[in-house]
């Protein structure tokens, strides 16, 4: 069955780096588009990248653009979210997601992981 399984978050200082694992299983990830959203506590679920099916383009949100980089490990059917210069505001429970076409709307994607928590924090 589709499966995606998100590691890799923590607590990090402000500035610091984390990577972020999005482990599938199911279904071959460079067939699909892979999308990374988060939430914070009482805020609604946010867009932040999403990395093409085929040619692996890569798009982002304004807010992380120049410090997160997604790429993909067709081989490990793997995607990943690196993360830099974090800040107290990135902080946050990040997800993957399947979609067909990056889209900003979660409506669009049809299986979730489980989240991992992000926590920027001196």
């Known amino acids: 069955q589709v499966q995606l399984v998100e590691s890799g978050g923590g607590l990090v200082q402000p500035g610091g780096s984390l990577r972020l694992s999005c482990a599938a299983s199911?279904?071959?990830?460079?067939?699909?588009?892979i999308g990374w959203f988060r939430q914070a506590p009482g805020k609604e679920r946010e867009w932040v990248s999403c990395?093409?099916?085929?040619?692996?383009?890569?798009l982002y949100t304004d807010s992380v653009k120049g410090r997160f980089t997604t790429s993909r490990d067709n081989a490990k059917n793997t995607v990943y979210l690196q993360m830099n210069s974090l800040k107290p505001e990135d902080t946050a429970v990040y997800y993957c997601?399947?979609?067909?076409?990056?889209?900003?709307?979660?409506?669009?994607?049809?299986?979730w992981g489980q989240g991992t928590q992000v926590t920027v924090s001196s």
């Open positions: 997601a399947r979609t067909l076409t990056c889209s900003g709307d979660p409506r669009t994607y049809d299986y």
């Open positions: 199911g279904f071959t990830v460079d067939y699909y588009a």
């Open positions: 990395i093409r099916r085929i040619t692996g383009s890569t």
